[in-house]
Nanobody
Framework: QVQLVESGGGLVQAGGSLRLSCAAS????????MGWFRQAPGKERDLVAA????????YYADSVKGRFTISRDNSKNTVYLQMNSLNVEDTAVYCC??????????????????WGQGTQVTVSS
């Protein structure tokens, strides 16, 4: 009964920006950490960014550090991923995930309990 729904994906040119959103609905979750993952064709699903329950602590993969920003608005049950300076290598399906009762930043995908279906991000050269 917990649903995570991503939005904001699309097609952009290299150097452009996108802002992804992930809204949680259904059963009210306990305090939870969240993260954004991405999976490119033929590749593994990898963590892009993670954020603590409070929003005060974040983690970024080296490949996106300085370009992506994760944030959240708990009053809206929503987490965001601002993506700037996009390049072709950022092309992937982006999924959000949540882990209930874990407050700190979570960097292991095995720890996440709930997953969205993903939104496609395609960056053209």
């Amino acid at each position: 009964q917990v649903q995570l729904v991503e939005s904001g994906g699309g097609l952009v040119q290299a150097g452009g920006s996108l802002r992804l959103s992930c809204a949680a609905s259904g059963r009210t979750l306990k305090r939870y950490a969240m993260g954004w993952f991405r999976q490119a064709p033929g590749k593994e699903r990898d963590l892009v960014a993670a954020i603590s329950w409070s929003g005060s602590n974040t983690y970024y993969a080296d490949s996106v550090k300085g370009r992506f920003t994760i944030s959240r608005d708990n009053s809206k049950n929503t987490v965001y991923l601002q993506m700037n300076s996009l390049n072709v290598e950022d092309t992937a399906v982006y999924c959000c995930a949540a882990v209930e009762r874990l407050l700190g930043v979570q960097t292991m995908k095995e720890n996440y309990d709930y997953w969205g279906q993903g939104t496609q991000v395609t960056v053209s050269s």
